[in-house]
């Protein structure tokens, strides 16, 4: 593993640039499919999506949100909340997209950076309806004092934040048990408590009603309202 310097209080650059990956609809969050059926797990993908971005958008450290999709419905409705959309498509391609999660994340930091290069960036997941700005705030700011941070999931496996001061590379090695991965990887974890909302991604059906007791945004809950999940 690579030492890790403490860079000290807050990273140079002024609001942060956040990094959203979101597959297709039609073929996100498959694991729901049990809970919620294959009708209505699209429309809570993108619902999911929806809240994470509008809470990340309204956070006071957040400057920029990109969203990286080829979705063309999930791409009009962020953009709409005040996103800026990427396909997953790096320059160059040829029109193929980008080899599997990491690699659209490293292409929407790269995008990111691109605007506002003297900007830190940070990786999060589309799938945190219950997520709130202030928590998100204290995260960034933790994360701020280091090159690069992550954020683990509340089944402490997985990663649902990943940052990267100014000059640094994002690095991410999401999926599966990537908590793991990425502190190998030299970043440093993240241990704050009541930051419940920005660890409660979204990929089951118990997950599901562990987020709507959190409390989740307004489209998630629409979406939700009067779904029998079962055990």
């Known amino acids: 593993m690579r030492p890790m310097r403490r860079i000290g209080k807050g990273v140079a650059g002024g609001a942060w640039s956040l990094v959203v990956p979101l597959k297709p609809l039609a073929r996100a969050k498959s694991r729901l499919a049990g809970a919620t059926g294959d009708g209505l ?20 450290e957040v400057g920029d949100v990109v969203v990286v999709t080829d979705d063309p419905l999930a791409g009009a409705e962020l953009t709409a909340l005040g996103a800026r959309t990427v396909p997953d498509r790096p320059a160059g391609s040829g029109g193929v997209p980008a ?7 490293a292409h929407g930091a790269r995008t990111a950076r691109r605007v506002r290069p003297a900007a830190p960036v940070a990786a999060l997941n589309a799938d945190l309806p219950a997520l709130r700005p202030g928590e ?31 000059g640094v590379e994002l690095e991410p090695v999401f ?13 440093v974890e993240i241990t704050l408590p009541g930051v419940d909302s920005v660890r ?11 987020a709507l007791a959190l409390g989740v945004g307004p489209r998630t809950a629409a979406v939700a309202a009067g779904l029998l999940i079962p055990e």
């Open 41 to 60: 797990r699209p429309g809570l993908a993108l619902a999911f999506a929806q809240d994470t971005v509008a809470a990340a958008l309204a956070c006071s």
């Open 175 to 187: 999926g599966g048990p990537s908590r793991a991965r990425h502190r190998a990887s030299g970043a």
């Open 200 to 210: 409660r991604d979204v990929d089951t059906g118990e997950d599901l009603r562990t």
């Open 99 to 105: 080899d599997g999660l990491n690699a659209a994340l």
């Open 136 to 166: 998100l705030a204290r995260v960034l700011a933790a994360a701020s004092a280091f090159p690069r941070a992550f954020l683990a999931d509340a089944a402490g496996v997985g990663t649902t934040f990943l940052s990267a001061a100014p």
